[in-house]
């Protein structure tokens, strides 16, 4: 049995039919859900990868764009990211991936798909290769697709003191006008995150910035006398 039907047979096995129409309501998601939890199913396909480890970056990309693109749950996507981060594959993060991630980016077009991504796949290739990687995530910033905006705002939100500000802010001020929830969100959240390591810095980007109120109240969340 391939990785992709073990997949696929491991979420059957989970399946359940009563949580699956209320997952799908909740993400309003066109998709259906098969009603797998997030534990159960790490859990499980923890397993499977383990059991069937691919020998080639180009099969592992093969296989994460099998599960993605053949998807007929969404739980089957939530499959495809989970392996996109499994252990064995760390070593093939590089920038042969980035043109799956930015597929999986835009099709997947909703936070629950896009923000591991942006976080932690796309994040990780702007760390180790910054070089190459930060004109991208401008090109992104200024783009008209909202979901290569929020991860370009997003991609820094593990780095701490290791954040470069210049291309955070670079990246969110294309979006300040932007109206949209999500937009808004991911400015808010990654300033947050900054803010873990310079506060003040954030207050005053913030006060210069006069940011919506949504992107205000999610960036001061955790600053003292700022809420």
Known sequence: MSLVDAVRAALGDLADPEKAPVMRAYMKSEMPFLGVQSGPRR??????????????????????????RE?????????AVDLTGFRFYRPWQTLYTLPMYEEMIVTGAWWDLVDELAVHRVGGLLRQFPETMRPTMLEWAHGPDLWKRRTAILSQNTFREHTDSALLYACIEPSLSDTDFFARK?????????????PREVVRYVEHQGLSGLSRREALKNVPGND
């Open 186 to 198: 991911a400015i808010g959240w990654a300033l947050r995150e900054y803010a873990k390591t310079d």
């Open 43 to 68: 859990l499980a396909l923890k397993k499977v990868f383990a059991d069937h480890r691919l020998d080639s970056a180009p099969v592992w990309r093969r296989a994460v764009l099998e599960l993605w």
């Open 71 to 79: 998807a007929k749950y969404r739980e089957e996507r939530y499959a």
